[in-house]
């Protein structure tokens, strides 16, 4: 009698839980959904209207909305194309500063044939500051002969962000170019970022062959540059 009475409750329990519980398993209640939203695999294919939406996703934090469970399979399969963009893609065109206040893009012949990591970061974001050192040790690995750069692009603003950026690169003994973002588009737009730190690995023909969001497995990134490296 005692196990019917825990069986009966826990199939009460469960009834009540069931509406709660999404496909992945994550709680989520249908009347969060917002009525209409714009689709955010449909908005990557440049359909930007707000559509009825059926589904969700949760990814580093943030929710995005969908129009169809498919639309939500397609971005949980990959979703950092989804948001900035998928790959290989064509690097898009910015302009920044030096932190001498000097105008500069990678369009400069300095860089060109050159992989390049790029590297968007902030002074008061902990996981850039973890990040540089690693950053610096893949700059010294590869600097001699083998055309690939580290650049860091910060996005400090303000009356003494160039100070605060000089302090980090001193104590975290960085030699990489480090650049400041200040121009209109600003790089953080052109890229579509999310957050910081993102980074990107360019390869010699300006295309975005891989890209990385929060703190980066460093192997992976040295994983990707040397299949570069190869096809010379």
Request: net charge positive; glycine share 4%; hydrophobic share 40%.
């Amino acid at each position: 009698m005692k196990h019917k009475k825990i069986k009966s409750r826990l199939l009460i329990l469960m009834a009540v839980l069931m509406p709660l519980i999404s496909f992945n398993g994550l709680a989520v209640e249908d009347s969060k959904l917002p009525e209409t939203a714009p689709c955010t695999v449909c908005s990557a294919n440049g359909k930007t209207s707000e559509v009825p939406i059926k589904a969700r996703s949760r990814y580093q934090g943030e929710i995005f909305y969908f129009c169809t469970v498919a639309c939500k399979d397609q971005f949980d399969k990959d979703p950092l194309s989804m948001i900035l963009g998928p790959l290989p893609r064509p690097m898009p065109d910015f302009t920044a500063e030096t932190l001498k206040g000097k105008k500069i893009s990678l369009k400069s012949k300095k860089y060109k044939g050159q992989i390049i990591l790029i590297d968007f970061w902030a002074t008061w974001c902990l996981p850039c500051l973890e990040t540089m050192p690693e950053l610096e040790r893949i700059q010294q690995k590869y600097k001699k002969g083998r055309n690939v750069t580290v650049l860091g692009i910060s996005l400090d603003s303000g009356t003494k962000a160039r100070q605060k950026i000089q302090k980090v690169i001193k104590e975290k003994k960085v030699s990489y170019p480090v650049w400041q973002d200040t121009k209109k588009p600003s790089a953080f737009e052109t890229f579509k970022l999310k957050s910081v730190p993102t980074l990107f690995l360019i390869d010699q023909k300006r295309q975005i062959v891989a890209q990385w969001a929060s703190k980066a497995d460093h192997k992976a990134i040295e994983k990707q540059i040397q299949v570069l490296l190869n096809k010379k």
